[in-house]
């Protein structure tokens, strides 16, 4: 019941925080400037350039809004393409992490035997260090939150399972125990 308890726990925290890195992607205001005096125009005091990862806008003091979407993917510049590009596979590797963390979870019935799902959650779990793993542009707080919340998922996940997989394949007690007494009576003159 703990281990279902912890399961779910770190499946909720998880899809949390790729929904709060989902949320990035649509946020605004990635890169701001601020345009102040300049065109001596007694009207328009002060002005904004921004932009976010679809689109370059400018706002006057007057609350006008006027925006320009990028009208192909290789015609801007090259940190936006990196930050879409890390958010992209972030996002991919995030949505296979959730789907073998799902399968992988005790309290399903799908994915085969203990052993099989546990290995499966793993995987995921692996999965979720891996794809919430990248830089951000000022909407940091958000993405950092929901980068934390991916670790913190991740890390319940590989704490149920741990254990199991770690006793199934790399320690057998039934040939560490004699190596260890084999050694430790071994006097070396």
């Known amino acids: 019941m703990r ?11 998880s899809s949390l925080g790729w929904l709060f890195v989902l949320c990035t992607m649509a946020m605004d205001y990635w890169r701001i400037t601020k345009i102040g005096g300049q065109g001596g125009s007694f009207i328009i005091k002060v002005a904004w350039y921004w932009s976010n990862l679809w689109s370059d806008c400018y706002t006057d003091s007057a609350a ?13 510049a090259y940190y936006v393409q990196a930050v879409r590009g890390l ?17 992988g979870m005790e309290c399903t019935y799908i994915g085969g035997s203990d052993k099989t799902k546990d290995k499966v959650l793993f995987a995921g779990a692996v999965l979720h260090f891996v794809g919430g793993k990248y830089e951000l542009g000022p909407p940091v707080f958000l993405g950092l939150a929901g980068c934390f919340f991916i670790l913190v998922g991740a890390v319940l996940y590989a704490v149920t399972v741990y254990k199991v997989i770690r006793r199934g394949r790399y320690l057998n007690y039934s040939t560490l125990i004699p190596f260890l007494v084999s050694t430790t009576t071994t006097s070396y003159n």
């Open 3 to 13: 281990k279902r308890l912890i399961q779910i726990s770190g499946f909720l925290i």
């Open 64 to 76: 006008v809004t006027n925006c320009r979407d990028y009208p192909v993917l290789w015609n801007v």
């Open 87 to 103: 958010l992209m596979c972030g996002l991919t590797i995030g949505f296979f992490a959730v789907v073998c963390c799902f399968v």
